[in-house]
């Protein structure tokens, strides 16, 4: 009898825990379910069944139309290859760039280390819109960069939406955190064997460090996906601009949501593919934070 009622107990709670996490994930679902179906009704339509459950069911006047006025409002592709080139080149370079600073805060020794990592870390509470101001003012009088002919400079460019978000204070955080509970002996022998120190990093360190690497690639991404208002600021040409400013179009003199429901689908649909892609090395990450050895 006892044993069960503490199978049945035992039952109960896994019920619970999942019927938890069942509303948990709804909650963060139900917006992807409106904006999709949002977007394959007319504007009349998506309107009426907005104070509804309605609003989650694909029935009526259900079409792709949506899609395709979008595509006609807004150069879409354009937008989307700048967003892609941009975040690509920005993670990479971000992967790289943090976690060698990280592995010189965490196996190099040098003057004034805890105090530079101290300074680093802090900088992350400091809202990107402070800084916006004056590193515009620091890009706009940089000098221009190319050969002797084809100088262009920094405003209206991939690379002013690339380079100042190389470096992150957020990235070299984590990547440091991971690496300081990677075991000791591993480096150790490492250098016993007469490894470089780039060898110990491009060898050892890195090919072991998938979680935290999928990691800062997904919060790099994310952030870089979604820029709005530094490339607002300093890219004038359509050819150059990013897929998040392309809403500002929707928002002229009429406003069509159903066409803004079709535009943030599409928008939305890499920054899924690109999670899903690294889901297992993310919560991997999660999971195995803390853990030493």
């Known amino acids: 009898m006892t044993a069960m009622t503490w199978e049945t107990r035992h039952k109960l709670i896994i019920s619970l825990r999942y019927?938890?996490?069942?509303?948990?994930?709804?909650?963060?679902?139900?917006?992807?379910?409106?904006?999709?179906?949002?977007?394959?009704?007319?504007?009349?339509?998506?309107?009426?069944?907005?104070?509804?459950?309605?609003?989650?069911?694909?029935?009526?006047?259900?079409?792709?139309?949506?899609?395709?006025?979008?595509?006609?409002?807004?150069?879409?592709?354009?937008?989307?290859f700048n967003s892609i080139f941009t975040t690509v080149m920005a993670v990479l370079a971000s992967i790289?760039?943090?976690?060698?600073?990280?592995?010189?805060?965490a196996f190099?020794?040098?003057?004034?280390?805890?105090?530079?990592?101290?300074?680093?870390?802090?900088t992350f509470i400091v809202p990107f819109e402070v800084l916006v101001i004056p590193l515009l003012l620091v890009v706009n009088n940089l000098p221009w960069i190319g050969p002797e002919?084809?100088?262009?400079?920094?405003?209206?460019?991939?690379?002013?939406?690339?380079?100042?978000?190389?470096?992150?204070?957020?990235?070299?955080?984590?990547?440091?955190?991971?690496?300081?509970?990677?075991?000791?002996?591993?480096?150790?022998a490492a250098r016993i064997d007469g490894a470089s120190i780039w060898q110990i990093f491009t060898r050892i360190v890195m090919p072991i460090s998938g979680p935290i690497l999928a990691t800062v690639a997904i919060l790099k991404f994310l952030l870089m996906?979604?820029?709005?208002?530094?490339?607002?600021?300093?890219?004038?040409?359509?050819?150059?601009?990013?897929?998040?400013v392309g809403l500002q179009y929707f928002f002229?003199?009429?406003t069509y949501w159903g066409e803004i429901m079709a535009y943030l689908t599409l928008v939305?649909?890499?920054?899924?593919?690109?999670?899903?892609?690294?889901?297992?090395?993310?919560i991997e990450s999660i999971a195995t934070s803390g853990i030493k050895g």
């Not at 190099?108 to 802090?122: D, N, P, S, V, Y």
């Not at 990235?171 to 509970?181: A, P, T, V």
């Not at 920054?271 to 090395?281: E, G, N, P």
């Open 19 to 80: 019927a938890l996490l069942i509303l948990i994930s709804a909650i963060f679902i139900f917006p992807i379910v409106f904006m999709v179906v949002s977007s394959l009704k007319p504007d009349l339509q998506l309107l009426r069944d907005s104070g509804s459950l309605l609003a989650f069911v694909p029935y009526g006047d259900v079409s792709f139309n949506n899609y395709a006025f979008a595509f006609e409002r807004v150069p879409v592709l354009r937008f989307a």
């Open 96 to 105: 790289l760039l943090n976690s060698m600073a990280a592995f010189s805060f």
């Open 108 to 122: 190099l020794r040098w003057r004034g280390k805890k105090l530079m990592l101290t300074f680093i870390i802090a």
């Open 149 to 188: 002919g084809f100088e262009i400079g920094w405003l209206n460019t991939y690379h002013v939406q690339i380079i100042p978000f190389i470096a992150d204070s957020l990235g070299i955080f984590l990547f440091y955190q991971y690496f300081r509970d990677l075991p000791d002996e591993l480096v150790e």
């Open 225 to 244: 996906w979604n820029a709005y208002i530094w490339p607002l600021m300093t890219v004038r040409t359509e050819e150059l601009r990013p897929i998040m």
């Open 252 to 254: 002229q003199r009429y």
């Open 268 to 282: 939305t649909i890499p920054v899924l593919i690109f999670y899903l892609a690294l889901q297992r090395a993310f």
